[in-house]
Every structure is written in C-alpha cells, then in structure tokens.
C-alpha cells in the first residue's frame, strides 16, 4: 500500500489564537506550534495500514519552514518519507487554492490511500479532505473511526460514525479516507524514531517545484477573503441555582424552560 | 560556537513533555502522600524507549548519549514531577554503565535488553551507614565460594531497593587493612536482592516518597560467579568512571525541577491579588523569579558543555562537576523564591512547590554533596592542596 497522510501544522490548542493585524491571516509566528492534533490519528491509521499490508506512508504538508517540525513528528512516529510545500508565495492561500497544491503534489505520488484528519484545529473548515477527493478525482470516505483496506480486492472499507451507531460504506482504491479521533491511540515517538526520522528522505517543494502557476496560490489570488474579525465574546456566567429545599425544581424549571427537557 | 539546538534534541523534549502530560500535579501528589511507585509513568515512558536512551543499540536500547539522555531526564523533572518521577527512571537510564563499560558480552546480553524496556529494576547500593562521601570506607564483605561469592553487610539509602530485582553493589573483596592503597580491593557484583538473605526496609524520608530508599542487610547473600562485573578489586574504578555522567544527569534533572518551580511561581505571581494588585508587580516578588530564570539558564549552558565533552569523550570532571553544583543551587534558588511567591499556601501539599523545594535541596546532598564537588574543583582544577 502506497500511503498518503496530510498533516498540518497548527498553533498550539490551547495557545490563544490571533490574526496577524496586517493580513487578517492566521498568526503562526507569535505562538507555539503544533501537529494538528486530529492529524496525529490520521498519520496513526496509516501506519497501522502499512504495519498490516505493507508498503510506504507519506506525509504531507503544506505550510512555512517551521511546519518541517510538523513532519519531523510524524516521521518520528514512523512514517517513511515526507514532502513539505513550502514558499512564501504560498502564504495567505484558502482552502481551494491549498486543496488545489497539495493535490497537485499527492497525485505525483500516486497513492493506493490518501488519509486526512476530519478537520485542522485553527481554521476548522473541514472541507480539505472533499477538495482533495474531488481535485484528484478519488471516491472518498468520511468520519471513518475503522478502516479495514482490502488491497487484492482493491478496497476501502470503514465505519462512518453516525448519530446512533455506524454505517458501513466502502470504496474502491484508489480512495480518500477522512478519520476521527476515535479511529485509535497515536503512538508517542520514539527515541529511535527520532534518531531515524533524521535520515529520512524529506523533499521540500517550492510551488515553481510543485509545477504551480504564480497566480494561482497566495493570499492576492484567495477567493475568500477574511474582512474583519471579532474576538468571541467572553462567556455570559452561568445561573446559579441556590438549593433552600427546593433545588431539585428549580433546576427542573430552568431545564424545561431552555426546553431541554 | 553554535547554540542553536538540534532539531531532534527538541523533538525529543516535545516527545517526552507529550507522555509527561498525562501525569499531571495531582498524580505526583497522591504518589508522594502513598509513598507509592510511580508504576504507570515508569512504564509508559519504558514503553516509549525513553529508558534505554543510552543504552547501546545492540542491546535494544536507543544508542543515544548522555546529552539525549540528559534532556529526556530535564524534561521529566521540568513537567512537575521533579524528583519523585526522575528518581524512578534515573538508574535505568545510567546506572548500567559499568556493565556496559565492563561487563562480559554474556552479561550485557543478560540483563541490559531487560533494563532498556524497563522490566529488569536494578538498584545502586555503594552508600553505607559509615561510608558515604568516604566510598573508600565500606566494609560490606564478598567472599570467595568456588566460582561465587558470599556477601554480608549493610548498605543504606540503596534507592528502588524495595522494588528492584538486582543491585550493582559495591562491595570489599579485600578488606581495608589488606590493601595497598584504599581505593584497592573493591569489586562490583550485580547481586540478587533475593528475600531472606537479603533484608530491605524503607527509610522514612521528609520528601520524594514515590520512590523509595531502602536499609539493605546482606546475611549470607550467594552471588553467581558470573555475575561478577569485570575484574574483581577494579569496582572503585568502574565506579569513577561513572560519576561524571550522573552528575550530568543530576543536574539536568535539578535544572528541571528549577524550571518547574519558576514555572509554577510565575504563573501563581500572575494571578495572586494581595493588596489590590498581583504580587508579581512586586519587585520583592519579581526580581528574586528574574534572578532565578538567569541562574537556571547559566547552569543549563554548563550541562550542555559538561554533557558535549562526555560524548566526545572528552575529559569533563570539571564540567560535569560544575553542572552538578551550579543546577542544584540554581534549582534550589528558583524552589525557595516558589515558596515565598506562594506564601502560606506553599505549605499546602495542593501546590506542588514544597516537594520541588525538598527534592530539590536533596539535589544539593546526594548523589554528591556540594563541598565535594568544591573539594574537587580547589584539588583537581585550581590545583590547591587535598583538604581531607
Ligand atoms: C534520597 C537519597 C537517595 C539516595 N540513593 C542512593 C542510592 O541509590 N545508592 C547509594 O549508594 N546511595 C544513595 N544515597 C546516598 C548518598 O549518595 C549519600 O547520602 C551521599 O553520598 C552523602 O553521604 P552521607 O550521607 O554518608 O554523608 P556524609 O559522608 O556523612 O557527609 C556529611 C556531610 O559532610 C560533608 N563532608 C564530608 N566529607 C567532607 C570533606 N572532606 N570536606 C567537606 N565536607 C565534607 C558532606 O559534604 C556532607 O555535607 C542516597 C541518598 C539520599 C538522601
Ligand atoms: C503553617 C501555617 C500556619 C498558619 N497559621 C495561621 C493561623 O493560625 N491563623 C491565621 O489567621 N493565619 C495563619 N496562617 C496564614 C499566614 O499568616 C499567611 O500565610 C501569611 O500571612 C501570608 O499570607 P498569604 O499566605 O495569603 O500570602 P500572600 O499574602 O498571598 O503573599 C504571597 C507572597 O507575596 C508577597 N507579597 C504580598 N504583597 C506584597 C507586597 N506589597 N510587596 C512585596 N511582597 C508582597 C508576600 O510577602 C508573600 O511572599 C498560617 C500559615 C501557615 C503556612
């Protein structure tokens, strides 16, 4: 099986989370960086598919120099090789230009399973996986928390979560499979895994590299384009209900009164 | 000169902080209240490889050195479990070194692929009631049996005693009377701590109570020939040869502890109003964390130059030495500015800046004292006459 995973570097979760006041795009410099948390399930899934079938797995990303931390991570974890899309010129690129990219360069990889996480943790759009589908012309598999690959017979199968249970649906490869955190247990890295991520091939792409037109990345050619921006309110305080006997109803009044019971 | 870490020296700090985060304060703390073994922790950072960092490849460890394993142990004081959380790693991650230094292929093959998963304890036993800083003075005896030897003795403050299946011990071969000169006649044995023979109590100690140290009385105690690390009458040798990365690994863990309490501190100076205003805006308060923060990061230059040489094979007596003293003070410095930062409330167990405060004046006693590593520093490096 020839691998895919995308990951993503993002700011810390619990870092707060600001736009750069000059180009209302998110800050990545003033805060700590992370693997996007989801991420680390989706690079999992593919090692536990490669440690069952074979083959190779592959991140990803796209994102500044320091996204290489990002991808040193996951090959600590045990991935085989990596590619980082990284270019100034493709700063302040949207989904669809960034979709447009990163199935640019999966596609020369020509992978049997392309994995991405449900959604990334700063932006939370969670369209990337469907753009990605969609521009490389695969079937895809979503809110997947199993996978089981069928490589002889060329399938995917997975248990999508649903509202009550799951529902089974399957695909043929090649195939994008998006995942959710309750596929599995990432792996921590390992000292070794550390000391051979060193080694591993990393190819870091500029977009002329990539084969990427100029105009069609970066912040002046998005189609979306973030106006203005609001802090979120701070949270209203809760109503406290003060029990003289009576609690148990007063809490009951509340509950039918929001209509939740 | 370069300063810039190495990318996989972060990687290693962000791996180990990510297993250290789910054991949080409250962990550490209900462990020191039961003088409990930190057993999860153990394992899941066994599991990770962490413990067999620098144990050789070969022997299924990570081949790593002293600086790798040095941040590993940096980062598992700096989380907040400090002391009680490094003290149930530390000899894994070192203290076979004799063995691999020494010890027969057989031995090596034995028992150091059981230690770098985390399934072999082995303790340290040199320290007896009368012979501490004097190592010299030990009179815990090994006999000849044939190929084995009879041991019969004591050994105090033998750490993990209670939980560990052997201990390298340091024990006489020949007694001090016999010898030429004091540092003869010694030999290390990777003894059984094998019930009744051996008899193994707790101390009761003021602090890191997750891990304990133990009275070890050896009565008859038959240890195989075999277990026999290197030659007989050389263990003072194999023992010095290890002083100079533990230190460098003690004072990678006190840097840590010192990091953890400046971290605590800081946060409770941000948030604690006294007098209308957070206490942080205190000069008396502030200045003391600013001097703190500098002393830390002055000793952590000194650890990563003690470490450096150590794994060029370069000589480092007087770095590892100078890491060792200047990170325990500089430790010490950041946990009691934490307890003044913390007021009354330091005296509550629900902060965890008294245990930093203990562990981390421990660090200033043991494995080495301070004046010893003045003795050595005034002898060895200024070249001032011996003063003992
Ligand atoms: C929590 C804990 C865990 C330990 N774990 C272990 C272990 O696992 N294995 C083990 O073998 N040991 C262990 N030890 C023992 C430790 O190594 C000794 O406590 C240490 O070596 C000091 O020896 P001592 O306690 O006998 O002090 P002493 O040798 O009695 O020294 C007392 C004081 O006198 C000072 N002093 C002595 N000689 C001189 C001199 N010439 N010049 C100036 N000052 C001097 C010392 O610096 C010290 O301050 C542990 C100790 C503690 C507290
Ligand atoms: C064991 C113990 C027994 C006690 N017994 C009693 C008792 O019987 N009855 C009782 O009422 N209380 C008792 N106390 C409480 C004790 O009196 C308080 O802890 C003490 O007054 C400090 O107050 P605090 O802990 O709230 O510290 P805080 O007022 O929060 O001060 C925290 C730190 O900030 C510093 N600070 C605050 N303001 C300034 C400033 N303007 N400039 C510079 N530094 C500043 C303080 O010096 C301190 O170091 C006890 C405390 C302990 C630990």
Redesign the interface.
Same mark, same amino acid.
């Given at each position: 099986m020839n691998i895919v995973v995308t990951v993503k570097q993002v700011p810390d979760t619990w870092a707060e989370k600001k736009l750069d006041a000059a180009d209302k795009t998110v800050d990545r410099v003033s805060v700590d960086n992370v693997m996007n948390e989801m991420d680390e399930y989706g690079v999992e899934e593919a090692l536990k598919i490669k440690e069952a079938h074979g083959g190779e797995v592959t991140v990803v990303t796209m994102g500044p120099a320091k996204a290489?931390?990002t991808i040193? $991570?996951a090959l &600590?974890m045990g991935a085989d090789k990596a590619v980082h899309l990284t270019d100034d010129a493709l700063h302040g690129s949207d989904a669809l230009q960034t979709s447009a990219a990163l199935a640019k360069v999966i596609a020369t990889l020509s992978p049997d399973l392309v994995i991405t996480a449900t959604e990334a943790s700063d932006a939370r759009g969670g369209v990337m996986g469907a753009l990605l589908a969609e521009r490389l012309g695969l079937p895809q598999l979503t809110q997947a928390r199993k996978v089981t690959v069928d490589p002889a017979a060329g399938k995917v199968s997975i248990e999508r979560l649903a509202d009550n249970g799951y529902a089974l649906v399957e695909a043929s490869l090649p195939a994008v499979v998006g995942v959710v955190e309750k596929i599995n247990q990432p792996?921590?890295? &390992?000292? $070794?895994?550390?000391?051979a991520? $060193?080694k591993k091939p990393l190819t870091t792409l500029s977009s002329g590299d990539a084969g990427l037109d100029a105009g069609s990345v970066g912040l002046a050619g998005a189609g979306s384009t973030v106006v203005d921006s609001q802090p979120a309110p701070p949270r209203q305080s809760g109503t406290i209900v003060k029990d003289e006997g009576d609690g148990g109803v007063k809490i009951a009044d509340f509950l039918a009164a929001q209509k939740l019971i | 000169m370069e300063f810039e870490e190495p990318? +996989?020296h972060?990687?290693?700090r !962000? /791996?180990v902080r990510?297993?250290c985060k789910g054991f949080d304060a409250e962990y550490w703390r209900q462990h020191e209240k039961n003088h409990e073994f930190p057993w999860k922790f153990h394992n +899941?950072m066994a599991a /990770?490889?962490?413990i067999?960092?620098a144990i050789p !490849?070969e022997f299924g460890g990570?081949?790593?050195g002293i600086t790798?394993a040095s941040i590993?142990m940096e980062e598992v004081a700096a989380s907040g479990g400090a002391m009680n959380a490094a003290s149930a790693l530390h000899i894994s991650v070192f203290g076979m070194n004799p063995v691999v230094k020494y010890g027969s292929q057989a031995q090596k093959e034995k028992y150091l692929p059981r230690v770098a998963t985390g399934e072999l304890q082995v303790a340290f036993g040199v320290t007896e009631p009368d012979a501490g800083t004097d190592t010299t003075s030990i009179t815990t005896r090994a006999v000849r049996d044939g190929d084995d030897y009879i041991v019969h003795g004591q050994k105090v403050w033998t750490t993990k005693g209670h939980v560990a299946e052997k201990v390298l011990l340091l024990v006489r071969t020949t007694p001090l009377e016999e010898v030429r000169k004091r540092t003869d006649g010694m030999t290390l044995l990777l003894a059984d701590l094998r019930r009744p023979e051996v008899d193994i109590h707790q101390i009761d100690k003021i602090a890191r109570n997750a891990v304990g140290s133990c009275e070890v009385r050896y009565d008859g105690l038959r240890v195989d020939g075999s277990d026999l690390v290197g030659e007989e009458g050389k263990g003072f040798k194999y023992l010095l040869d290890g002083l100079n990365p533990e230190r460098i690994l003690i004072a990678a863990e006190a840097l840590g502890i010192g990091k953890a309490a400046l971290r605590v501190a800081t946060q409770y100076a941000n948030e604690r109003v006294v007098f209308g205003r957070p206490i942080g805006k205190n000069q008396g308060i502030a200045f003391p964390l600013a001097e703190a923060h500098m002393r830390l990061a002055a000793a952590e230059l000194v650890i990563r130059q003690a470490s450096w040489r150590y794994d060029q094979g370069l000589p480092c007596g007087e770095h590892a030495n100078s890491a060792k003293f200047l990170a325990s003070d500089a430790a010490f410095f950041a946990a009691d500015r934490a307890m003044q930062t913390h007021g009354g409330f330091s005296f509550a167990t629900e902060y965890p800046v008294g245990r930093f405060w203990a562990e981390s004046r421990l660090m200033k006693i043991a494995p080495v004292s301070q004046e010893m590593v003045m003795n050595y520093i005034s002898e060895h490096v200024l070249g001032l006459p011996r003063s003992y």
């Open positions: 290489v931390e040193r $991570k &600590s792996r921590y890295p &390992s000292f $070794k895994g550390i000391m991520a $060193k | 990318p +996989e972060t990687a290693i !962000e /791996a990510d297993i +899941e /990770a490889g962490w067999g960092t !490849e990570g081949g790593g790798e590993v």
